[in-house]
């Protein structure tokens, strides 16, 4: 049982960069799958960035790759997104999730459904 507070978003210029974060409470954080999803306005939430219990597994959404880093320190229960060379099409509200298990095992992190607990989102605006 845990629950989620995401922080960091803004208003940035294009080609700028934000760093996410999410708080958890919860006693066994570090055996949780942790992602991030966005929802932009008019579209359907999607998947952008997942990361496995030890951080070493990390997998992207392709409209994010090589822009974005996610990051987990387990010390602090808390996980992170890097998101750098920002483009408009970046705006949505930015939404961390968690579940109990390996999703990264399974093959499912990309699927919102597996995830148990959400945060209310912060809203990330890329303006040109």
């Known amino acids: 049982q845990v629950a989620l507070v995401e922080s960091g978003g803004g208003l940035v210029q294009v080609g700028g960069s934000l760093r996410l974060s999410c708080a958890a409470s919860g006693r066994t954080f570090s055996t949780y799958t942790m992602g991030w999803f966005r929802q932009a306005p008019g579209k359907d939430r999607e998947f952008v960035a997942a990361?496995?219990?030890?951080?070493?597994?990390?997998y992207y959404a392709d409209s994010v790759k090589g822009r974005f880093t996610i990051s987990r320190d387990n010390a602090k229960n808390t996980v992170y997104l890097q998101m750098n060379s920002l483009k408009p099409e970046d705006t949505a509200v930015y939404y961390c999730?968690?579940?109990?298990?390996?999703?990264?095992?399974?093959?499912?992190?990309?699927?919102?459904?597996?995830?148990?607990?959400w945060g209310q989102g912060t809203q990330v605006t890329v303006s040109s």
């Open positions: 999730a968690a579940t109990q298990g390996d999703l990264i095992y399974s093959g499912s992190y990309y699927r919102e459904e597996k995830y148990d607990y």
């Open positions: 990361i496995g219990w030890s951080g070493g597994s990390k």
